[in-house]
């Protein structure tokens, strides 16, 4: 093998390995965030980074935070009584059509009342945060569209 074709080989050798470790990085990362992002405590966190909280807003809204997660499972148990009644109808060798209709109301209703307290809480959460940080999680929440959860 000559020096010319020896030096290209190197070369190659080189590039493939910069790749491999380049590719191994961005893998870990990757693959640590998706864990953060599992737990509340994790989104938070990269939440806080991301928009350059203080220990103080990050303590204020996950306590605001908790008491949202709170409530929503108060109203998830809410919402699920109508949701089994309407199932159990469904089953029934003559449905009601009045009765699933209004069974259908009031889930319409609780699922009102979750957006409306989600809205609250983005208020809230809006008014401990500074103009740019505002912005920034205003970006987060339109890019990933989180109202529709």
């Not at 990757?30 to 990050?58: H, I, S, V, Y």
């Not at 919402?79 to 209004?102: A, G, N, Q, T, V």
């Not at 409306?116 to 809006?126: I, S």
Request: glycine share 2%; proline share 3%.
């Amino acid at each position: 093998m000559n020096k010319n074709m020896r030096t290209v080989l190197i070369i190659v050798v080189i590039i493939s390995l910069c790749f491999n470790i380049f590719f191994i990085v961005g893998y870990t990362r990757t693959r640590a965030t998706l864990k953060k992002l599992r737990t509340p405590e994790g989104r938070m966190e990269l939440m806080a980074k991301r928009l350059g909280m203080t220990a103080e807003q990050k303590s204020e809204i996950a306590s605001m935070a908790e008491d949202l997660k709170k409530e929503g499972e108060r109203m998830k148990k809410l919402h699920s009584e109508p949701i089994d009644i309407f199932w159990e109808e469904m089953l029934r060798e003559k449905p009601d059509p009045e009765k699933i209709r209004l069974l259908l109301d009031r889930t319409a209703s609780v699922q009102r009342e979750a957006r409306a307290l989600k809205v609250d809480y983005l208020v809230k959460v809006l008014r401990k945060l500074t103009p740019d940080q505002r912005k920034e999680y205003v970006e987060m929440i339109r890019k990933k569209n989180l109202l529709q959860e």
